[in-house]
């Protein structure tokens, strides 16, 4: 169906608001994400955490390219440069050279450096996977529960305040624990992570819901959802045409803070020993094992320590900047 | 669908009313009901304009989303082009809604601040799936002329707009359909003094063309003085007074109209010495807990005892005139109108 836009000609000379005419020029508009972007580039703190966040994916993506450049294979055994009977690697510093450049692990001679860089792989692949989770969950049910509000908000916020006040590491010690060796088609650690992945990020969801359901509830009282609605929309295209693109920037701000709380809780995992088995290194699971021996090989904790915290510290300045250059209250 | 005559009614309400549940607790028992329109009969005539008068509060905006169907009446009847529309779900309301569109009060909150120009006067093509001859981009930038904005803005955000060009983009994504109704909602009480005047010209030129029907809300007689046909005026959810525009300003019969005029300034001086101010006094009494009989016998300076116990009927004293009161004001001799 068409609609006859034949306007009569004298419709065209609707006169012009002022100040407008000195509007020509660029054309292009500048949206609320592009003005975001310009405000972030100059917050260099958090470009330096965005850029510390970037060298440990790339880290973590080429681990096997980095260690061939830089080590020697993770799993490798030097009891050669070990000091027989105090365990600990020959020499001052625990070993550090350019040959091993965060040192020996006690006992066994294994490449610190490459252990912490492979660490990394699973520390991240663990917080990004479980995040992405409870953000999805996390999002569609604060919309559900805004937007529909009455019974519907009820229900999904009683069932956050219940996940909120569920032990979860408890839990979690618990569930990984009893984790068989073979299951839904996966084995060993690939299942561990899978399950890691789940628990962590079925349980981080109310996070993310509670504040996407409190901002959806003040979007929806805005008149341009009356405007779509006025014009035949449904509920599905308010949620996503309409609603969503409004969310983005909480989404963004709390998705980027929630990746260090699942990068700890997965260190700590690993660190009780519930995590992904050894020899796979791990973070926490070096942590675990270092803080036996910290008085005589310190290096064996600072560099995962190190790598744990600048981690967090890196996506939480990341994410306060994110948040300032998206803050509605600064437009 | 029927087109009806010029002259016969688009839309006709009844009985109107609104009540919203008051609930509380942990069972959410209904402990009340804010009665935010309670009785509204009137009826537009296609191509006129008719006003919507009151102070703030006294749901003028909840009547103009009874309208529109934002909101389903409590009870009563909205028939509109022929359509009881008064209950119809969404999805038979759907198609109808080509032919009444809302503009709303706020500018800044009825446009989607993450959307382009070209998108939000874009969306009732995409949301009714019409198509348009030259393709929407087209047609979106005819709309933007049409209302006195540069086409060529298609591409820029909300935020990059003045207040009273946003209600511009805002008329222009109600033109989209070719409406028969708008109900503007205080179209221009949130813009400067200075932009008023344009915004209201601009519905004026549109109806002209486009040959709309129109009820413009407003919360001061002096606004919609210009355009309104007819206008209503309201108090706590029902009509006090509804008359011919002329009528109405030359001789308001009812003692809240008179309230209200006062607040707007006369032109002439002369006549300014004849009418004394009056002020209103004492609050707006709460929708939820209106007083009985006469709504407006708590703040009424000619209330006797009949005002409380008995309510006065909307009836015609004058052809074309309709007043709620028992003790209306009198015509004043005639005079040459001015
Ligand atoms: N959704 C709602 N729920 C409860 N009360 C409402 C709602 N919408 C409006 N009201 C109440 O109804 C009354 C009339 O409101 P409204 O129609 O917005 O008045 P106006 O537009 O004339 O200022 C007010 O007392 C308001 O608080
Ligand atoms: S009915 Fe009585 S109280 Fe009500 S407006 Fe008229 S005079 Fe005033
Ligand atoms: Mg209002």
Redesign the pocket.
């Known amino acids: 169906m068409t609609v006859p836009l034949d306007l009569p000609d004298s419709a065209r000379r609707a006169k012009p608001e002022a100040g407008l005419a000195g509007m020509g020029g660029t054309i292009q508009g500048r949206s609320l994400g592009q003005i975001a972007w310009l405000r972030l580039r100059r917050d260099r703190v958090a470009l330096a955490g965005g850029l510390v966040i970037l060298v440990l994916v790339l880290v973590a993506i080429f681990a096997p390219l980095v260690v061939r450049l830089l080590g020697h294979p993770p799993t490798e055994f030097h009891e050669d440069l070990i000091d027989p009977s105090l365990q600990v690697a020959r020499g001052p510093r625990g070993g550090i050279s350019w040959d091993f450049l965060f040192g020996l692990e006690p006992v066994n001679g294994r490449d610190l450096f490459s252990r912490v860089v492979y660490g990394a792989r699973i520390s991240l692949l663990i917080a990004f996977l479980a995040t992405l989770l409870s953000m999805a969950i996390g999002t569609t049910m604060g919309i559900v529960a805004g937007y529909f509000g009455g019974w519907i908000d009820t229900v999904i916020s009683r069932l956050m305040d219940l996940f909120l006040a569920f032990p979860l590491l408890l839990f979690a010690i618990a569930l990984v624990g009893v984790i068989p060796d073979h299951g839904f088609g996966l084995s060993g650690n690939t299942l561990r992570v899978a399950m890691l992945v789940v628990i962590i990020g079925f349980f981080g969801w109310p996070y993310i819901g509670r504040i996407i359901r409190g901002q959806t509830l003040s979007l929806r009282e805005r008149e341009f959802v009356d405007a779509a609605r006025s014009l035949g929309a449904r509920s599905p295209y308010i949620i996503v045409r309409e609603l969503l693109p409004n969310l983005v920037a909480p989404i963004l701000v709390y998705t980027t803070l929630l990746i260090p709380t699942n990068v700890l809780f997965e260190a700590a995992l690993s660190f009780l020993g519930v995590g992904v088995q050894p020899p796979t290194p791990t973070w926490g699971g070096m942590l675990s094992e270092a803080s036996r021996l910290y008085t005589i090989a310190p290096n064996f904790m600072i560099f995962p320590g190190l790598a744990i915290f600048v981690t967090v510290l890196a996506f939480n300045l990341l994410g306060d900047g994110l948040r300032d250059a998206l803050d509605p209250r600064a437009r | 669908m029927s087109t009806p005559e010029p002259g016969g009614a688009l839309l006709s309400v009844s009985g109107l009313r609104k009540h919203?549940p008051?609930r509380r607790g942990l069972i959410r028992h209904t402990v009340g009901a804010?009665k935010?329109?309670d009785g509204l009969d009137f009826a537009v005539t296609t191509g006129e304009t008719m006003a919507l008068v009151?102070?703030?509060?006294?749901?003028?905006?909840?009547?103009?989303?009874l309208l529109t169907r934002l909101l389903e009446p409590t009870a009563g009847s909205i028939v509109f082009d022929g359509h009881d529309i008064t209950h119809l779900s969404q999805s038979r309301m759907r198609p109808l809604r080509r032919d009444i569109q809302m503009i709303f009060q706020d500018p800044y909150s009825s446009l989607n601040p993450r959307h382009t120009v070209g998108t939000i006067v874009g969306a009732p093509y995409r949301l009714q799936k019409v198509r348009t001859e030259h393709g929407v981009k087209r047609a979106v930038q005819e709309l933007l002329e049409l209302v006195g904005l540069n086409p060529e803005h298609y591409n820029r955000y909300p935020h990059e707009f003045s207040g009273g060009q946003r209600q511009r983009i805002g008329i222009a994504r109600t033109l989209a359909l070719r409406p028969k109704l708008i109900v503007a909602?205080?179209p221009v009480s949130a813009l400067d003094v200075s932009i008023q005047a344009q915004v209201i010209n601009l519905l004026a030129d549109l109806q002209d063309e486009l040959e709309l029907t129109y009820v413009v809300?407003a919360?001061d007689l002096s606004v919609v003085r210009h355009i309104a046909d007819r206008v209503a005026v309201?108090y706590l959810?029902t009509l006090v007074e509804l008359a011919d525009r002329d009528s109405l300003y030359a001789a308001p019969r009812h003692p809240y109209t008179v309230a209200l005029m006062s607040a707007v300034p006369i032109p002439e001086p002369s006549r300014r010495l004849q009418r004394d101010r009056i002020r209103l006094t004492g609050d707006v009494p709460?929708?939820?807990n209106p007083p009985p009989a006469c709504r407006f016998h708590t703040r009424c300076w000619k209330a006797q005892p009949v005002c409380r116990q008995t309510e006065p009927p909307l009836v015609e004293l004058t052809p074309g005139h309709q007043v709620a009161c028992h003790f209306p004001e009198d015509v004043p001799p005639a005079t040459p109108a001015g």
Request: net charge negative.
């Open positions: 919203f008051v804010v935010a329109v009151g102070e703030s509060g006294c749901g003028k905006t909840t009547t103009g989303r909602d205080e809300i919360h309201m959810g709460s929708p939820l």
